[in-house]
């Protein structure tokens, strides 16, 4: 791609892409950056070949630089640092609670963070749709879909101890 067209490309996406930083990151200078690199990283990729969609891609790369922002910048706890050896948990709740760890441990990714967000940082699920580039509605359906897989292994396992034979 020659300088100039470049320049007209990069001068006719540059307000979308601001309102896509501006919009995770709910910083101005913040999403500047963001977008003169992701502009930056365009143009450079642009040299080595030819992208049929440069919109969409500088639109993608702008979300998820800010989304590693966020996710640098938001104060988070591990699932494996939560203490579960409280004097009031009994043995078997203890093994439950690990349990439902695990369980959540094994989930599929988008559904794991949803989950972890949702109930462990407390967050509203229009700041999770944000953070993850979605809609509440895709971010309901990924919690429920959670939290029934987690039900479904818990009872699954418990069913397993309680059988006799």
């Given amino acids: 791609m020659e300088t100039e067209s470049f320049k007209i490309l990069a001068k006719r996406i540059r307000p979308k892409l601001i309102a896509i930083a501006q919009r995770i990151v709910r ?3 913040e999403a500047e950056d963001v977008v003169q690199d992701t502009l930056l990283k ?5 040299q080595e070949r030819t992208i049929e969609k440069p919109e969409a891609l500088a639109s993608i790369m702008v979300r998820n630089q800010c989304l590693n922002i966020v996710t640098r910048t938001c104060p988070h706890i591990s699932i494996n640092e939560i203490d579960i050896s409280d004097d ?14 695990k369980l959540i441990d094994n989930l599929p990714t988008m559904q794991q963070t949803v989950l972890k967000m949702r109930l462990m940082q407390n967050m509203e699920m229009a700041d ?6 979605t809609t509440e509605q895709a971010v309901r359906k990924s919690l429920s879909r959670a939290r029934m897989a987690v039900l479904k292994g818990y009872k699954d396992e418990e069913a397993k101890h309680t059988k006799t034979y």
Avoid at 42 to 46: A, D, F, K, N, R
Avoid at 128 to 133: M, P, Q, S, V
Wanted: proline share 0%.
């Fill in 42 to 46: 365009l143009w450079q990729i642009q």
């Fill in 128 to 133: 999770i749709a944000t953070l993850i580039g």
């Fill in 27 to 29: 910083d101005s200078a």
């Fill in 88 to 101: 009031t948990i009994e043995d078997n709740d203890a093994e439950k609670v690990g349990h439902i760890l």
